[in-house]
């Protein structure tokens, strides 16, 4: 079973410039998640997808975060314009099913530096 | 106070040694317990899920629950270096909807050969 994958793995951009990511999930994952992780903390949830529609984007910041799931498979997640706290690595996730344990699979990231 | 507390270490062990990882947390809501590890500019991936109090087993790893004290805790039998890894605890409430995991900050362990 192919993986989540994401890319670019690495992006470096000046403060106010804008980036995308994009994520492929696992074949048949209803579910997929878009996760913030800064550098010696705990991955933070920004966006939970169940097939192209948004279950909670609660902690997503609206103003200058974006994310969208066409036809309920690939994901985008875009910032504009970003800040130098934009720093992290974004993870992207998917899992089969949302009841239960609901073990989710992660991607190996995106790593995003802002100057 | 965090919903999830963990000390993010590093701990440093010899090679063989038992290695207890621990997180604490407020929200009684959370019914399933997991324990990721994630090697350096990798995603995290799942190492054991417990569902509510108890323990479980997969070969050198045992996931501790205890809800009463909402302590949860991950021990590694006969530590190998390639063990060595950020360890994270993952929590999530039962039911279905929005349902991201909580995690700690995760532990950065290492073992010394």
């Known amino acids: 079973e192919a993986g989540v994958a994401q890319s670019p793995r690495y992006k470096i951009i000046e403060k106010r410039q804008s980036v995308a990511f994009w994520c492929n999930p696992i074949s048949g994952h209803a579910t997929l998640y878009w996760y913030q992780q800064i550098l010696g903390q705990g991955p933070k949830l920004l966006i939970q997808?169940?097939?192209?529609?948004?279950?909670?984007d609660s902690q997503l910041p609206k103003d200058r975060f974006s994310a969208e799931r066409l036809k309920g498979v690939d994901s985008t997640l875009k910032i504009q314009p970003a800040k130098l706290e934009d720093s992290a690595v974004y993870l992207c996730a998917s899992s089969l099913v949302t009841s239960g344990a609901n073990v989710l699979t992660f991607g190996a990231g995106s790593r995003l530096t802002v100057l | 106070q965090k919903e999830v507390e963990q000390d993010p270490g590093p701990l440093s062990v010899p090679e063989g040694a038992i290695v207890s990882l621990n997180c604490t947390y407020s929200?009684?809501?959370?019914?399933?317990f997991m324990w990721y590890r994630q090697y350096s500019r990798k995603g995290p991936e799942l190492l054991m899920y417990?569902?509510?109090?108890g323990n479980k087993e997969d070969g050198r790893f045992t996931a501790q629950v205890d809800k009463s004290s909402k302590y949860i805790s991950l021990f590694i039998r006969d530590s190998q270096p390639s063990d060595s890894a950020t360890y994270l605890c993952a929590l999530r409430a039962s039911g279905g909807g929005a349902d991201g995991l909580t995690f700690g900050k995760g532990t950065h362990l290492i073992i010394q050969p």
């Open positions: 929200n009684s809501a959370f019914q399933y």
């Open positions: 417990t569902y509510s109090s």
């Open positions: 997808f169940q097939n192209n529609g948004v279950v909670d």
